[in-house]
């Protein structure tokens, strides 16, 4: 074997390694409950964001963005960031959530 030919697939080795590392290394936001523009929600219901792995408590709190405004309280559940709402979600008003990107 060429010196070329191993010194190719020894980068081709590292490359892949690193980009495997890198996507599982990466949180993901798997699932938000109830979906973003949901409609007939009940008042009462919490929003859920499940994420791919155990997240920074703090950093995701901060960075998370609820339209319309409405106060709150956050807690954990493994992986899953619930707020409860302080007061029932407006009827017939369509609210989303947007995490920050660099969660």
Same mark, same amino acid.
């Given at each position: %074997?060429?010196?070329?030919?191993?010194?190719?697939?020894?980068?081709?080795?590292?490359?892949?390694?690193?980009?495997?590392?890198?996507?599982?290394?990466?949180?993901?936001?798997?699932?938000?409950?109830?979906?973003?523009?949901?409609?007939?929600?009940?008042?009462?219901?919490?929003?859920?964001?499940? /994420?791919?792995?155990? %997240?920074?408590?703090?950093?995701?709190?901060?960075?998370?963005?609820?339209?319309?405004?409405?106060?709150?309280? /956050?807690?954990?559940?493994?992986?899953?960031?619930?707020?409860?709402?302080?007061?029932?979600?407006?009827?017939?008003?369509?609210?989303?959530?947007?995490?920050?990107?660099?969660?």
């Amino acid at each position: %074997m060429s010196r070329r030919l191993a010194l190719l697939l020894a980068s081709l080795v590292i490359i892949i390694i690193v980009s495997v590392t890198l996507w599982v290394g990466t949180p993901r936001l798997e699932e938000v409950s109830p979906a973003d523009q949901a409609v007939d929600v009940a008042p009462e219901t919490s929003l859920r964001l499940s /994420f791919s792995r155990r %997240m920074q408590a703090e950093s995701v709190q901060e960075r998370l963005s609820i339209s319309p405004r409405v106060g709150g309280s /956050f807690s954990w559940e493994g992986n899953e960031l619930v707020f409860t709402p302080d007061t029932a979600w407006q009827a017939r008003t369509p609210a989303s959530q947007q995490p920050l990107p660099q969660i």
